[in-house]
């Protein structure tokens, strides 16, 4: 059981140290430069170039990923190009409301889930249980961002 953990472990950190690669690589993929959507066309091109070297744009991609990841994994998530605050300040201002978000969610799932599962168990085989299977599945069907 404990190999089977530890297994499941590493295949989760290599899952996310891949899928990081992958977005961060879509990201440098994607048309334009994130220095000159921020300047714009009126600043002069010594502030361009100290603004690259500020955010590490004038690196390598790999050396680029290298320095995101520590500080990524040191807790420094970067400033808001839009708001110039702390990302990492921004979600802890925002990080109750997503818990309240999630547990209210969650109680309605039960009190929900739990009664008509019941009901299913109870009413085996009839057109409730039947009918309480098509409903599960058509709402297992539609997006979540639909529901």
Known sequence: MKEYIVRRLAQGILLIFVVTILVFSLIHLMPGDPVSLVSGNKVSEEKIAE????????KPIYMQYIIWLKNFLMGDFGTSIRTKQSVKTMIAQRIMYTFKLVGTAILIQFALAVPLGLLAAYKRD??????LIIVTSIFNAIPRFWA
Request: charged residues 45%; aromatic residues 8%; proline residues 0%.
């Open 126 to 131: 009839t057109i409730i249980d039947k009918g």
């Open 51 to 58: 603004m690259r070297e500020k955010w590490n744009l004038d």
